[in-house]
């Protein structure tokens, strides 16, 4: 299928100043594949990621560089000199503050040319969503998706992943299927915080989704945890929960959630209910705070997206393995924060390589990896091993949930391990 044309004036002129084509490298020829072939015009092109060095996740950020850096460096070796492509990164620190995020995007843009843009999850969703449309330059959301961007529908923000509440609802209809049926029904809650949009609408979304008819006499949802943001001793917040029979607790929010609610359940002498947490707060993440595995056992880890225990992914056994920098361990910093932006990133890349196939190597531009990625249905060897597949339609940023498919990481006997091999089903849940 020959792809969209960008509508409206695009105004890239094909100006040759010093040598420099503008918005991108000038052309370097790479060596030919073989004997006697024409040389391959390499044309560099600007991909932007605005992240967080100095804000409240730079913690995760040398292993989230580690990451991209590994997959980008693997597809210009191996899939971009084919095309006569090589991208190259340019890195922001938007500190995870949306006012920062604002003030660096017009210059990034104007400079930078990127052909996509993502970054440190909510922060740049909330300062570009306004205005990415105009840009015409994709956002590769990173994250979990949230409740209303799907209400947005798609507005050149693209998410691989379901929202939060979709990869949470996977988990519990797992569990579901282990539970005993005289046990029924699971009772559940999440901890959350008043005054933060993230949080708070994820917790509508769940509550909606558990009043499904289909969850009847199956799931119960007790209501959410409220306490601060930066909890310290939520026991007395846990009690009413913990005496009416709490079997499982969903943390999608933070470490410092996850970490109180424990705290609390083992002061109340209920020791250890199981936890379901996320990418940005997943088992490892638990494991470095609370100096091992030990206390995390029976808790879970899902996302839409290939588990960091599945070492027979294409994108550990050959792209991290080999692509990694000298520094990282093969295993152990492997995780989900190393494969934070895999997603996106992934879907950037394919929609390169349909761009260029399509148009030819020169003068691209984000309006045609947009469209690229739109005309794409992915299988799980184009997302290089990362998730099982997508197809996106207009109405939603994340692709059809029947494309998609979760995984569930577990502690068992002290180890961080695959719970489901190969993908459980991501379920329909209604709007909110």
Partial sequence: ??????????????????????????????????????????????????????????????????????????????????????????????????????????????????????????????????????????????????????????????????????????????????????????????????????????????????????????????????????????????????????????????ISHGVATLRACQALGVGNIPQIVSTHDCLWMFATVLGGYEELEGWYEVAAQTSPTDHEAFCFKEIWKNYRPAEADLVKDWNYCTTYYAPGLVVLLKGVEVAATELGNENLTGADIYNAVLSTEMNEQDTLGVFRGAKWEMDSPFPKVETLGCQLGTVKNGENTLATPGWIPVPEIPRW
């Fill in 1 to 254: 299928m020959k792809l969209a044309h960008k509508t409206g004036i695009v105004v890239l002129s094909v100006c040759l100043i010093s040598g420099t084509w503008l918005g991108c490298a000038a052309p370097e020829a790479a060596p030919p594949t073989e004997p006697g072939a024409e040389p391959v015009k390499i044309v560099e092109y600007n991909v932007v990621e605005i992240g967080d060095y100095s804000g409240p996740y730079a913690e995760i950020s040398k292993w989230t560089s580690w990451g991209e850096h590994a997959f980008v460096d693997w597809w210009n070796d191996n899939r971009g000199k084919d095309l006569g492509i090589k991208l190259t990164i340019k890195t922001y620190d938007g500190r995870y503050d949306p006012g920062v995020v604002s003030s660096i995007w017009p210059g990034a843009l104007a400079s930078d040319k990127p052909l996509g843009v993502w970054g440190a999850g909510g922060s740049l969703i909330s300062a570009l969503k306004g205005r990415i449309a105009d840009d015409e330059v994709p956002i590769l959301q990173t994250g979990g998706c949230y409740g209303f961007l799907w209400a947005e529908g798609m507005n050149w923000i693209i998410s691989p992943r379901p929202t939060y509440v979709h990869e949470g609802m996977s988990a519990l209809e797992w569990l579901l299927k282990q539970w005993p049926e005289e046990d029924l029904p699971i009772k559940f809650a999440d901890p959350c915080t008043k005054g933060i949009p993230a949080y708070e609408e994820a917790q509508v979304g769940i509550e909606k989704a558990a009043m499904q008819e289909k969850y009847a006499g199956k799931l119960e949802f007790m209501g959410p945890i409220w306490m601060p943001l930066k909890p310290v001793d939520v026991t007395d917040i846990v009690r009413p929960f913990v005496d009416d029979g709490l079997d499982v607790i969903i943390t999608q929010t933070s």
